[in-house]
């Protein structure tokens, strides 16, 4: 029942992933990057440096400006050089959850949700940034924690350094990532989901013919050795129109299991107006034994097809991934599995109004689950209303679970 509660938030939370936008996973600092875009932008337009201007019928007299205080100087310096951004998320509504047993009378249970996080950037100058991140919380309980906290920095400007507590994550895949949280279980899309490292190194350096990237992740420990880092490697580059990025992983060794290497390909293009990529991951179990399955831990293979068509209203976007897995020596040694998730928006009279849906299904193992999301923009400023429906089937179940929620939910970004 926990399992179905938390697929349930996630199709309250997916509802209309197909209408994001994508941040490519060459950028040094995307999100970051994109705003510096944003604001060249605006430096180009140069008629908009006229836009507020005002017709006078008199003469414009000069006044005289007072001399700035000492604090004004400082607070002026201050907020150039440091910037403060976040974002604020809360729900509250009911939910239900029905196991399918005939004496089962159900689980109708409330819930509130308070999440903050206060991003902050220390930018003295335009090669070296500081960014970090606390996010609070009130689920289960108060939550307060550091998010994140690293530096960018841009040697000779040409290479990008960036280090600290951080996520990194490579890769086009986005239904079949490492959740554990999906039904149908993909666990290797993501090759950095299995570390848990908070700590983080990634380096980048562009060059004529595409990127080359380091990576190294690892945890907080007062023993440092070699043994105890992952680290990563990869080449990207574009080739007739399509984007290809070769990488490889040498996990730590220190743990147990020890974790084998692994090798991967991606491929990503454009195909009239679809989004078109491709995953291979292979990791290897004995290099001298590749041409028998005796070499390999698993093989995966992952196909997708992204599109939205934001030229019609209302808007519709989908996403589809398949996947195949090859494990030997497992009881599932084959594995197929698929994903869907689409959704409309501006729907009806004020356009306020999304609906999505999205479905998980493992062929092998005959099993998945299914979700709608109806979401009413606006009912409140800042406010959403938000329904949801779900059901789990198949052998992983006794019998099919259903779960349903609605509740209001609120979002800011400042």
């Known amino acids: 029942m926990k399992k179905l509660s938390v697929l349930l938030l996630i199709v309250s939370l997916f509802s209309f992933s197909v209408f994001s936008q994508e941040l490519e996973a060459d950028d040094f600092d995307e999100a970051e990057i994109s705003e510096a875009e944003a604001e060249l932008e605006e430096f180009d337009d140069f ?8 017709d006078l019928d008199e003469a414009v007299v000069d006044e005289e400006k007072k001399p700035e205080t000492p604090a004004e100087i400082v607070a002026c310096a201050f907020s150039s050089i440091v910037r403060f951004s976040g974002s604020f998320s809360g729900g509250v509504g009911i ?20 999440n903050n996080t206060l991003n902050m950037t220390v930018a003295p100058v335009s090669s070296f940034a500081i960014r970090g991140s606390v996010a609070t919380g009130i689920d289960n309980g108060f939550s307060l924690g550091v998010g994140s906290l690293y530096f960018d920095y841009l040697l000779l400007d040409r290479v990008y350094i960036s280090a600290g507590k951080k996520g990194i994550s490579w890769g086009n895949l986005r239904l079949f990532n490492a959740s554990e949280a999906y039904s149908t279980n993909p666990g290797h899309a993501n090759i950095f989901g299995e570390d ?10 562009p060059w004529a013919w595409g990127t080359l990237t380091f990576a190294a992740t690892g945890a907080n420990t007062t023993k ?15 080739v007739l129109n399509t984007n290809v990025n070769l ?24 195909i009239l107006g679809f989004d078109t990529y491709a995953q291979g991951i292979v990791r290897v179990k004995d290099i001298q034994k590749l041409n028998n399955p005796e070499g390999y831990e698993y093989v995966v293979a992952t196909a997708g097809l992204y599109r939205l068509f934001e030229e019609i209203e209302p808007n519709i976007g989908f996403n589809i991934e398949y996947q195949y897995e090859y494990q030997p ?3 599932y040694e084959h594995n197929n599995r698929i994903a869907f998730e689409g959704g409309l928006k501006r729907i009806g009279k004020k356009k306020n109004i999304k609906l999505g849906v999205v479905t998980h299904y493992n062929f092998t193992e005959n099993h998945g689950y299914s979700g709608m999301s109806f ?9 959403d209303w938000s ?12 019998n099919p679970q259903i779960g349903l929620s609605s509740g209001l939910s609120l979002s800011l970004d400042y």
């Open 47 to 54: 008629d908009s440096i006229f836009a507020d201007a005002e």
């Open 95 to 114: 939910g239900y959850v029905h196991n399918g047993d005939e004496e089962d009378k159900g689980d109708a249970t409330g819930y509130v949700s308070l």
């Open 196 to 205: 848990g490292a908070p700590l983080a190194l990634d380096v980048r350096y």
């Open 224 to 238: 440092v050795s070699m043994n105890q880092f992952n680290y990563y490697g990869s080449f990207e580059f574009s």
């Open 247 to 270: 990488y490889a992983k040498r996990p730590a060794k220190n743990t147990d299991p020890v974790r084998n290497n692994l090798a991967g390909l991606e491929l990503k293009r454009t």
């Open 329 to 331: 020596f497992t009881e």
């Open 375 to 383: 979401v009413v923009s606006g009912v409140l400023p800042y406010a």
């Open 387 to 398: 329904n949801n429906f779900i059901i789990a089937y198949g052998s992983k179940y006794e």
